[in-house]
């Protein structure tokens, strides 16, 4: 409650400052009669002592008068209740400011800013995105501007204003913001999959592709547009391509790799290509997935010996569900059950697992997202299947 505090101090000083420019004011121009502390000051005066703090606050602010002396005020006050969280107030005074005929050209833009802040609070986007435009114009693309309103298209899933705001952006603040364009056209070529239009979503997808050598989302879904039409050898060649893009994400084409192998009947292939997968890094899912082949074409002892083979290389609490698996296959009564058991156990401790962290804010999740939940930002979320804490 501290702001509170802050403000019943703020408001009457702020009258009488404003009283007192008033009077210099007038004192060199001479005008006639010189103001005087208005009554309205009293009024609050008398509110705040009567513990109405509210009313007091109206009072103030009705009394305040906006000139060019108190436009700081004005702004410090609308922030004030704004972090309050007093949305409704903060956007008055912001509004009053801004119908002003005084204001001149960056005070004006100034209180414009400042209203769309009380907007983005208030999830007001459309309002927020009127006056960023405005003032982004004014103040020739300001970077804080042109990232809310990123911040708004891609709220609203505005993907061609985000593409276009994401060029200015990046002429604006000289950073590179072609992974993050390259995630809209994906956003784009999704919805174009949606409405069963792959080659408006293909055409996308290039463009994606042509933005960022490396986007491992248009070739995942480039592969998917290839399988739905019946081309699982392209849809391959679009997934594998992932290894040499980023490994770490070939774990999210696992299924999809395995039922297109299988379409083409080329199991060698499938199998030499997690083999290799297995060699360079080792990751959970790759082996977890050769085991299941292992043990559809060989049979679960030769899973159960590579699983323990692997589990001495990286051990793992997925690698040991699925050891204690394949050993209770073998066996029989009563150890059957209390393996069955241990492994129900230790499979329900792994659903909770959030395989899924964000490299940048620490945010981990339980699926995958292109752009992170908690920072908002795009290619940050990486799958991580080991065993570090969470
Ligand atoms: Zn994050």
Redesign the pocket.
Known sequence: MLNVAWLLLLLPLAVISGWIAARQDQRTKKRKGAGEIPSAYFKGLNLLLNEQPDKAIEVFIKVLEVDTETVETHLMLGNLFRRRGELERATRIHQNLIARPKLDRHQRSQALFELAQDYLKAGLLDRAENLLLEYAEIENDPEPALRQLLYVYQQEKEWDQAIATAKRFARASGESADEMIAHFLCEQAEDEIGKNRPDQAKALLKKALSKDPNSVRANILRGDIARDAGDCRKAIRYWKKIESQDRRYLPEVLGQLSECFKEIGNQDAWLALLNEALEKDRAIPVMLKLAEEIESSEGSSAAREFVIEELRLQPSMHGLSRMIHLSAVQAEGQPKSDLETLQAIIERVLKSRKNYL?E??G?RGTAMHWQ?P??K?WN?VKPVWDDSDE
Do not use: E, K, P
């Open positions: 964000c940048h804010c945010f992170c908690g920072c930002r940050t």
